[in-house]
């Protein structure tokens, strides 16, 4: 049967595509990480709803596949947009691992991600070209992360970190920052968002690159790194995009 | 006053924010350009409605900050989101330049960009880091786009292109290809979507980054090149993040 990768957005539900409400509606099982689950009391009503701690995004998957191996529609929720570091990817790879890409179908319905929520939380960061990073070593060795940093670094693109930092690896934001400054400013116009768009719990702020390894910085921040065309315009973060008076006259 | 920098998402009212529906809801005028106008007409009932064709970026911003100036609450629209390569950074820019900071407030409304739209589309090509890179050298020198395109395959990041061709531009994508085969096999998976959630119109396929060029892509397409993780699943385009047995095991 099917299985729907939905992703829920930032968390606020005034930014829960009508779509994704759909999907869930349409489903029989609801499948997700506790906190995601919680967002979404009133969908869940006459549902089955499978909800585990954050490390078993596997568990969570084979569960899914299971249901829809039984006949049933089933939704994986994940926060953000299912497919960016979501759980959508995993889906398909361990219905290939498991030889049933003929039995279950796998339909992928966007969500705003982490890096366009934050962004309109600091201003206007990503204007131009990005690079979006996520600093969490489980899945991709540091060598290949640090090679990313300093590619998006030193063509200038402005860069927006996932997973900067946690308490096991309290130092990460920290060495990124070191790889930016070999190209950078110290003074490069920098923000973060924590919960961005969830309430009372949101906190942002914009900073500068030397100043960003001292910022309260956890695995609920997005972090953007500005170009050398980002700057402080009314308090906000923007990059500019070099239109010019001649272009603004012509109009 | 106010102005919303709205993003209306791919096209389809299903993917349309109910946040940004209200931000519409609020405002005394709307403005965008015209085809993204008439995507929303049940929104614009007892509003007036300020649309121009394509080139007029600056001056449909003009007029918007003109109409908050007078006291109104605007909402400046666009397809995607309001941040990437739309329409937000130039109104910060030109509140900017004509001083009017402390009088005209401007709030972001996210939308889901073009990227994961068309990553949705295809499967899930964005599991892992990626670039987002537009083709188009009307506002960023195309020595710097090459630059991030060498930046972006030499670092194994997946690249997503913005604006990857037009009639004026007709070798812009293969010229983008052969710079990232400097890094990549010509078998890399790649994929490309038109029109994206945008009902029969919308138009998708998955292929190899040699066939890319031959391939019919307009200023309506995105485009994903993939990298040496992503490979095709159930005929969709998934780049792997490295799951290992282990962990699946361990869930």
Redesign the interface.
């Known amino acids: 049967m099917k299985i729907y990768?939905v992703?829920l957005?930032?968390g606020?539900?005034?930014?829960?595509?009508?779509?994704a409400k759909?999907a869930i509606k349409r489903s029989d099982v609801v499948v997700g990480y506790t906190s995601y689950i919680k967002l979404i009391p009133d969908l869940l009503a006459g549902k089955e709803a499978i909800s585990t701690g954050m490390r078993?995004?596997?568990?969570r998957c084979?569960a899914a596949i299971d249901e829809a191996l039984q006949g049933k529609v089933v939704s994986v929720v994940c926060s953000g947009?299912?497919?960016?570091?979501?759980m959508?990817?995993?889906?398909?790879?361990?219905?290939?691992?498991r030889h049933v890409?003929?039995e279950v179908?796998?339909e992928?319905?966007?969500?705003?991600?982490a890096a366009?929520?934050a962004?309109?939380?600091l201003?206007?960061?990503?204007?131009?070209?990005?690079?979006?990073?996520?600093l969490s070593d489980l899945?991709?060795p540091w060598e290949?992360?640090e090679?990313?940093l300093?590619?998006?670094a030193?063509?200038?693109?402005v860069v927006c970190l996932y997973n900067p930092q946690s308490s096991k690896r309290s130092d990460y934001l920290s060495r990124a920052v070191q790889i930016v400054m070999q190209y950078r400013e110290a003074s490069t116009v920098c923000g973060y968002v924590r919960n961005a768009?969830r309430g009372e719990s949101q906190s942002e702020r914009v900073c500068t690159l030397e100043a960003l390894p001292d910022e309260p910085v956890d695995m609920l921040t997005t972090v953007i790194i500005g170009n050398s065309d980002t700057r402080v315009?009314?308090g906000?973060m923007?990059?500019?995009?070099?239109?010019r008076i001649t272009?603004?006259d012509?109009?």
Chains 1, 2 share one sequence.
């Open positions: 990768a992703g957005g930032p606020d539900m005034a930014y829960l595509a009508p779509g759909e078993s995004e596997a568990k084979q947009d299912a497919g960016v570091y979501g959508a990817g995993l889906l398909f790879e361990l219905v290939e691992a890409e003929a179908e796998i992928v319905v966007p969500g705003i991600t366009t929520a962004a309109a939380v201003g206007s960061p990503l204007t131009n070209d990005f690079a979006v990073i996520s899945l991709t290949v992360i090679k990313r300093n590619a998006a030193l063509s200038d693109m768009f315009i009314a906000k923007v990059t500019a995009r070099g239109y272009d603004i012509e109009g």
